[in-house]
Nanobody, 124 residues
Framework: VQLQASGGGLVQTGGSLRLSCAASGRTVSRDSVGWFRQGPGKEREFVAGGGSGGGTYYADSVKGRFSFSRDGAKNTVYLQMNSLKPEDTAVYYC???????????????????WGQGTQVTVSS
């Protein structure tokens, strides 16, 4: 399985970005997919994701601003990010977990494959 994350960039506070994670080698509509981020000097943290059972989960820090979605036809998942803040600045990663779960895992150790990351920078 290969995951290609894209869509990052530089945006002003309050702006929006949509991240994409295109998968090859496996149909990720059957998997749990998570988005994580890692800011400078920080540990990688869960942001949002969707379980293979259909449940979605968001970190409190992004709830109401970020939205997770999938496009089965394109084998791609998305993270729509609105009302961006400087504290959202980080490298964003997508990851896939093959186990069936209603909700996406929120710990990195549960994921089987990772994308390469895409940088999101929010200026104040």
């Amino acid at each position: 399985v290969q995951l290609q994350a894209s869509g990052g960039g530089l945006v002003q506070t309050g702006g929006s970005l949509r991240l994409s994670c295109a998968a090859s080698g496996r149909t990720v509509s059957r998997d749990s997919v998570g988005w994580f981020r890692q800011g400078p000097g920080k540990e990688r943290e869960f942001v949002a994701g969707g379980g293979s059972g259909g449940g979605t989960y968001y970190a409190d820090s992004v709830k109401g601003r970020f939205s997770f979605s999938r496009d089965g036809a394109k084998n791609t998942v998305y993270l729509q990010m609105n009302s961006l803040k400087p504290e959202d600045t980080a490298v964003y990663y997508c990851a896939v977990d093959h186990a069936w779960r209603l909700y996406p895992p929120r710990v990195t150790e549960e994921y089987d494959y990772w994308g390469q990351g895409t940088q999101v920078t929010v200026s104040s």
